[in-house]
């Protein structure tokens, strides 16, 4: 692995700081299963979207569609 500092003068404490989170996060993604799927994120979830009622189909249907009510 080749760490190149193109801007800046850090420390060699900084330089070794960086190195450490940079070597910590490559080995925890080697870690990681790759095949395993990934668990989303609650905002992404459908089923908070549809777990409030959806207004009636008709002309201005399109204006309450993220409106609870």
């Known amino acids: 692995m ?7 003068n850090p420390t060699p404490e900084e330089l070794a ?3 450490a ?3 910590a996060r490559a ?3 080697a870690a ?6 990934r668990p989303q994120d ?5 089923a908070r979207v549809a777990a409030r009622r959806l ?3 008709g ?3 399109w204006s309450r569609t993220f409106w609870p009510g």
């Open 42 to 46: 609650s905002w992404a979830d459908p």
């Open 27 to 29: 080995a925890a993604a």
């Open 2 to 8: 080749t760490i190149k500092v193109v801007r800046g």
């Open 55 to 57: 207004p009636l189909p």
């Open 21 to 23: 989170v940079v070597r």
């Open 59 to 61: 002309p201005t249907a």
């Open 32 to 37: 990681e299963p790759s095949g395993a799927p």
């Open 17 to 19: 700081a960086a190195l």
